[in-house]
């Protein structure tokens, strides 16, 4: 049960995962390659979850497949470093990084079915991940399968054993995508829009059961919806155009954005409250990547942009605990104004 | 609410698909009714058959039951012919905007398609109109000569609804018209429709998942289940005081950046197949206050109290104390 590779106070004390400058492209046959995550900075300690919050192609899941060593050629991670309980990732062996996989990291997707072996039966599925990376026997694999599906909230959890994934429902298929992220005990689990495809009360289900199990560890949280963030992360990182742009705790980051475009996300969102108000959008749309920055990638989207956004701006803290990536944050106000 | 009838109506609207595993009830007794001008948010988890209702009212599915009335006229079992003029009044906007737009045709021609199904003019006047409505829309005049693949999911939904307004209809089903689209561009849509509702009066029914933006833009909301209405009213109320424990239950489940943290209603398990639908309520097996009247009697809609605006189908209306009270 307990990891005895690692004494418990640095646990405490130094982040789990840690990413610095990573940087990931897609080569180009005519020019330096695409960045698509370009220098970012993350750190998860235990206990935590930390959000990784941004709209489509802001590059989210590149980095969740680059913490995993599964970036898809011809994708690859130029600079960087991923250190897992202090140790680098990045140079591992594809060898090495299978023993990693599914052991000292979980993962969850956003389609259990691309996640799930489909002729596999759920047992046979955590029993092999079970036996890959424990040393135990036949029984005493299918006991602990067992268990992790009954952890995950599967009602008669050893009949499900025999079941294939097809013939569950979409929250079973989850719950038994994120029991196979779980069985080994994994340090850090990431889970990439792991309630995107659910409808809103199997999402309410999930949500509450990645909260409990994802503080047990450490947790990646990736969506592109701020609710969905603010029901379960500790902390957020909002990602725009491969960049982190604000970092922050969730509800210092939502109940006073920075950034403009963290402000102007809280702004387009629908809520309860605003019912008879018009919704404020975004002006334009995000730019596709590109493999060299010049200005800030908000600029031509942004109600504040000035003649020094023209120079990209570096994240830096404002507060502690809090970074911004702006040239011209915005003042520490509440989100939205009730005017308008 | 207004005394004037309605300009849609759905009357104990049922579809039933045959399929190798048993009879599917899509549609289960729909009632519904859409006024002019009006904004009706219908709302419900996937399956319970909002896009075969969004298409039954079009007439792109057969209803096996029930009844259709568009401004009073039944068009439920209307041939092609004579639902030509209906077609006209009544249009459709789809979810997925990189399917519903043809790719091998130039986007003037989109648009131009209802102007020309009903000759709305010679060349020079479906050009001058197709013109018009792209800038109505947002997206620029050379738009016309290029292909819906040049554009991003925000700008085809955008030419999706020139198409649909360009007849000026008196109503338009919209089946989940931003939920494939990024907040910051759902916005800029949504505001979109309500400017060109602003300025026609065309009313709609909008098919969305996102129970906050429905409470911001719609005048009713109606909730389904399992191909049933379970309840239906005007949208403040349902949203801040639903009456039927499955709205509250959505309502529960909703995660926002203001709500988060807050203790919640949790309903359990999965929505049953319309195929084997459970007796007495359909939602009992997931009822938080379920008992045993509610195993075998179905609750019809009805209204909670005489005169009242809203109609919910149970036999315990307003029992689950409402999620989002105080001031969420
Ligand atoms: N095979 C590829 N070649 C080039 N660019 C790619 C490839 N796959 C993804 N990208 C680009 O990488 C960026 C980040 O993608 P992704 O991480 O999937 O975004 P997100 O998960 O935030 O929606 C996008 O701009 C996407 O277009
Ligand atoms: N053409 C069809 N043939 C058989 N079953 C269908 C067909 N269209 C829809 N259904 C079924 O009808 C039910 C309602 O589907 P649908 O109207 O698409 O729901 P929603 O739009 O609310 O997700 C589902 O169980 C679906 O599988
Ligand atoms: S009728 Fe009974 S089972 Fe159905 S919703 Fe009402 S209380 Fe629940
Ligand atoms: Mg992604
Ligand atoms: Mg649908």
Same mark, same amino acid.
């Given at each position: 049960m307990a990891d005895t590779n690692t004494p418990p106070d640095a646990r405490t004390e130094a982040p789990l995962l840690e990413i610095r400058g990573l940087r990931i492209g897609f080569p180009r046959p005519d020019g330096p390659p695409l960045v698509v995550v370009d220098g970012v900075d993350l750190s998860i300690r235990q206990g935590e979850i930390l959000g990784l919050v941004g709209e489509s192609g802001s590059g989210k899941s590149m980095l969740a497949l680059a913490a995993m060593g599964l970036v898809p050629a011809p994708g690859y991670v130029m600079a960087g470093d991923i250190r897992l309980d202090g140790r680098d990732l990045v140079t591992l062996s594809e060898r090495e990084w299978q023993k990693v996989r599914g052991r000292t990291l979980g993962m969850v997707f956003q389609d259990p079915m691309t996640g799930l072996n489909p002729v596999r039966s759920v047992g046979a599925l955590l029993g092999e991940s079970v036996r890959r990376h424990q040393k135990v026997g036949p029984e005493e694999?299918?006991?602990?399968?067992?268990?992790?599906?009954?952890?995950?909230?599967?009602?008669?959890? %050893?009949? %499900?054993?025999?079941?294939?994934?097809?013939?569950?429902?979409?929250?079973?298929?989850?719950?038994?995508?994120?029991?196979?992220?779980?069985?080994? %005990?994994?340090?850090?689990?990431?889970?990439?829009?792991?309630?995107?495809?659910?409808?809103?009360?199997?999402?309410?289900?999930?949500?509450?059961?990645?909260?409990?199990?994802?503080?047990?560890?450490?947790?990646?949280?990736?969506?592109?919806?701020?609710?969905?963030?603010?029901?379960?992360?500790?902390?957020?990182?909002?990602?725009?155009?491969? %960049?982190?742009?604000?970092?922050?705790?969730?509800?210092?980051?939502?109940?006073?954005?920075?950034?403009?475009?963290?402000?102007?996300?809280l702004a387009a969102v629908p809520r309860f409250h605003g019912r008879g108000t018009r919704l404020i959008p975004i002006r334009g749309a995000p730019p596709g990547p590109v493999s060299e920055r010049v200005e800030c990638s908000f600029r031509p989207r942004c109600a504040k942009a000035a003649p020094e956004c023209a120079a990209a701006p570096a994240l830096e803290a404002i507060a502690p605990g809090r970074s911004v990536a702006c040239h011209h944050p915005v003042a520490a106000a509440p989100a939205r104004e009730d005017a308008q | 609410m207004t005394g004037a009838a309605p300009l849609l109506e759905a009357r104990d609207l049922s579809v039933t698909f045959a399929t190798p595993r048993g009879q599917v009830h899509a549609l289960d007794g729909v009632e519904l009714s859409v006024h002019r001008g009006e904004t009706v948010g219908l709302v419900g988890e996937s399956g319970s058959g909002k896009?075969?209702?969004?298409?039954?009212?079009?007439?792109?599915?057969?209803?096996t039951g029930g009844e259709i009335l568009f401004d009073g006229q039944a068009i439920g079992h209307l041939g092609s012919r004579a639902l030509k003029p209906v077609r006209r009044r009544l249009q459709m906007v789809f979810q997925d905007p990189y399917a519903s737009l043809d790719p091998r045709m130039k986007v003037g021609r989109i648009v131009a398609e209802p102007l020309r199904a009903h000759a709305y003019g010679d060349r020079a006047r479906?050009?001058?109109?197709?013109?018009?409505?792209?800038? #109505?829309?947002?997206?620029?005049?050379?738009?016309?000569?290029?292909?819906?693949? #040049?554009?991003?999911?925000?700008?085809? #939904?955008?030419?999706?609804? !020139?198409? !649909?307004?360009?007849?000026?209809?008196?109503?338009?089903? !919209?089946?989940?018209?931003?939920?494939?689209?990024?907040?910051?561009? #759902?916005?800029?849509?949504?505001?979109?429709?309500?400017?060109?509702?602003?300025? /026609?009066?065309?009313?709609?029914?909008?098919?969305?998942?996102?129970?906050?933006?429905?409470?911001?833009?719609?005048?009713?909301?109606?909730?389904?289940? /399992?191909?049933?209405?379970?309840?239906e009213g005007p949208a403040e109320q349902v949203v801040a005081r639903p009456l039927h424990p499955y709205t509250a239950g959505l309502l529960a489940a909703t995660p926002t950046v203001d709500t988060a943290g807050r203790p919640r209603l949790m309903l359990k398990g999965d929505p049953p197949s319309p195929i084997n639908r459970p007796d007495g309520c359909p939602f009992h097996p997931r009822c938080p206050i379920a008992r045993d009247r509610c195993r075998s009697e179905r609750p019809a809609l009805v209204a909670p109290d005489a005169g009242a605006a809203r109609r919910v189908a149970c036999h315990f209306p307003g029992e689950v104390p409402p999620p989002l009270a105080a001031g969420a």
């Open positions: 694999a299918a006991a602990i399968s067992e268990a992790a599906l009954k952890a995950v909230g599967i009602p008669a959890a %050893r009949e %499900r054993l025999a079941a294939f994934p097809h013939q569950l429902s979409g929250g079973l298929r989850q719950r038994v995508m994120i029991a196979l992220a779980l069985v080994n %005990r994994p340090r850090v689990i990431i889970a990439d829009e792991p309630t995107t495809a659910l409808d809103a009360t199997i999402q309410a289900q999930i949500l509450d059961l990645l909260r409990d199990r994802l503080h047990e560890a450490g947790g990646l949280m990736i969506t592109h919806d701020l609710g969905v963030a603010a029901e379960i992360c500790d902390r957020i990182a909002v990602i725009y155009h491969g %960049r982190i742009v604000e970092t922050g705790r969730t509800r210092d980051v939502l109940a006073a954005p920075r950034h403009p475009y963290t402000a102007g996300l | 896009s075969t209702l969004a298409l039954t009212l079009l007439r792109a599915i057969e209803p479906i050009a001058a109109r197709v013109a018009e409505l792209l800038e #109505q829309v947002g997206l620029p005049a050379d738009a016309a000569g290029r292909y819906p693949a #040049q554009f991003s999911g925000g700008q085809r #939904q955008r030419i999706a609804i !020139a198409r !649909a307004i360009a007849l000026e209809p008196d109503m338009v089903v !919209a089946d989940e018209p931003v939920s494939a689209l990024d907040v910051s561009i #759902q916005a800029q849509i949504v505001n979109l429709l309500q400017d060109i509702q602003d300025r /026609l009066g065309i009313a709609y029914l909008v098919i969305a998942h996102d129970l906050p933006l429905v409470h911001q833009i719609a005048d009713r909301i109606v909730v389904l289940y /399992l191909g049933r209405v379970v309840e």
